[in-house]
């Protein structure tokens, strides 16, 4: 009788031990820093932040038109010896409201995934010059006719881009129409790459 009265008394108290064990050595990996722990799969960590270039910034402002052509220097500025084609699509998103579609819209305006692998094949990069932003009599009525939300504002930001594929330098005119809405700052609204003449 005393033997199973002991059974009963021990099992308890080996599960215990056994599940105080497991939450050390939980605790124990939990507290790791990723400097003290090992790759499994031969890879080093990596604590880098994603690459961005200055063109990337996105300027904390009340002014829709800096806004305006911040956007349009982060969608035509580019090195892809640098940065990867996701990286270039979180920093243009960035400039939108992260709630419905602005950081889609935002994102719309960049080559497609395909294009991206060709100008990678390339070695390309790009940046662009002389930026200007400049309201439309159409723009100035949509924006006083209810047709765009309060503190709309819409551009068509223009700019020559500078592009080196390889060894080859081309200079390209770019355009896009660029809605930004300012509250208490200024966001990314709307874009699109036809622009009437």
């Not at 979180?90 to 995934?113: E, H, I």
Request: glycine share 4%; with cysteine; proline share 6%.
């Amino acid at each position: 009788m005393k033997q199973l009265l002991r059974s009963h008394v021990m099992i308890p108290i080996v599960i215990l031990l056994g599940i105080i064990a497991l939450i050390l050595g939980l605790i124990a990996r939990w507290h790791d820093s990723p400097e003290q722990a090992t790759p499994t799969d031969g890879q080093s960590a990596s604590t880098e932040e994603p690459a961005r270039l200055d063109a990337w910034a996105r300027p904390t402002t009340t002014d829709p038109r800096e806004m305006a052509i911040a956007y349009a220097r982060a969608i035509w500025t580019y090195d892809t010896s640098v940065h990867s084609y996701f990286e270039w699509q979180d920093a243009v998103s960035v400039f939108a409201d992260p709630t419905g579609d602005s950081p889609r819209v935002a994102k719309s305006l960049l080559p497609m995934w395909s294009e991206w692998k060709q100008l990678e094949l390339h070695k390309a990069r790009a940046s662009v010059e002389s930026v200007t932003a400049e309201t439309t009599p159409e723009l100035t009525a949509m924006q006083h006719n209810g047709q765009a939300p309060n503190g709309w504002t819409g551009y068509v930001v223009r700019g020559k881009q500078t592009a080196v594929l390889d060894t080859e330098t081309k200079v390209v005119d770019r355009q896009a129409a660029v809605g930004i809405v300012c509250s208490s700052i200024c966001k990314f609204w709307s874009a699109t790459a036809q622009v009437s003449p």
